[in-house]
């Protein structure tokens, strides 16, 4: 098992900054590759980033490169998306996932929600014009 912890939401304006923290117990990950998603209400969970444990590689959602940064601690067993010029479409709950084996990374598939095995509970973020 491994269990995830998301935290850091909360409410910014349009342009501001927020930082989201992940925190991953449990089961070792060296070779998993970790992803942020998000749920805004009525939509289905869309792809933000991700990042591969092991070499730091890092993929992003068109949506949010340029504004958005995935990167990890490996001391402290975290993940952290770092989100610069915030606009109100990226107001969702945002979720942390993990893909154990990383076999999405080898395989293309680091965007699909099917491709992860654990996920956090969530944490909104609300970002106002």
């Known amino acids: 098992q491994m269990q995830l912890a998301e935290s850091g939401g909360g409410l910014a304006q349009a342009g501001g900054s927020l930082r989201l923290s992940c925190a991953a117990s449990g089961r070792t990950f060296s070779s998993a590759a970790m992803g942020w998603f998000r749920q805004a209400p009525g939509k289905d969970r869309e792809f933000v980033a991700a990042?591969?444990?092991?070499?730091?590689?890092?993929y992003y959602a068109d949506s949010v490169k340029g504004r958005f940064t995935i990167s990890r601690d490996n001391a402290k067993n975290t993940v952290y998306l770092q989100m610069n010029s915030l606009k109100p479409e990226d107001t969702a709950v945002y979720y942390c996932?993990?893909?154990?084996?990383?076999?999405?990374?080898?395989?293309?598939?680091?965007?699909?929600?099917?491709?992860?095995?654990?996920w956090g509970q969530g944490t909104q973020v609300t970002v106002s014009s």
């Open positions: 996932a993990a893909d154990l084996n990383g076999s999405s990374w080898y395989r293309g598939l680091v965007g699909k929600v099917d491709e992860y095995d654990y």
């Open positions: 990042i591969r444990w092991s070499d730091r590689s890092t």
